[in-house]
């Protein structure tokens, strides 16, 4: 994770880019037009562990394993998928033989994947985790609708009890 805390002068700097981008490219909900994605089929992933990954997302969050097939583009490679609901999948591989390193935060990589999850869910998977010893953060810094841990390969999950198109107290889709 990011450790380099910006100076005053720098928060201040980044405040008026983001302020500019905002003005330059956010279009009010009126004027903006419809996406031409329908949303995401799957984000895929790469483990090192097939059996813990299932155990992980389907024994312990509770998402279910709707596919296990060998990967089309590296033979020996599994390629799965778990329905994280509305349509949506979160896909693996897993590379045998390629020794690959465990992944870093970097440009280029996934900094965390943040699933939509019902209150009720949320507080019972926030029991699970409890349970199970998985420490997590999010309540800690006051973001009570977020749970930040890690799966057994180090990618940073986020279970967010808001609803799709909702952030940080208000619609993105102007509902």
Known sequence: MATHKPTQAEQQELSRKRDELRDR??????????????????????????????????????????????????????????????????????????????????????????????PEEHARLRAKLDESGISYGGPDKGIEESLYFRDPDGIQIELLSDPLMYFDGQWLDGR
Do not use: K, M, W
């Open 25 to 118: 490219y956010l279009l009010p909900v009126s004027q903006r037009p419809s996406s031409s994605a329908r949303g995401i089929h799957h984000a895929a992933l790469i483990c090192r562990d097939v059996a813990a990954t299932i155990e992980f997302y389907q024994g312990l969050l509770g998402f279910p394993l709707v596919e296990l097939v060998e990967n089309r583009d590296y033979p020996g490679s599994s390629h799965f998928f778990f329905d994280l609901g509305n349509s949506t999948l979160l896909g693996f591989f897993d590379f045998p033989g390629l020794g690959l390193a465990p992944g870093v935060e970097a440009l280029g990589t996934v900094q965390h994947i943040a699933i939509s999850i019902a």
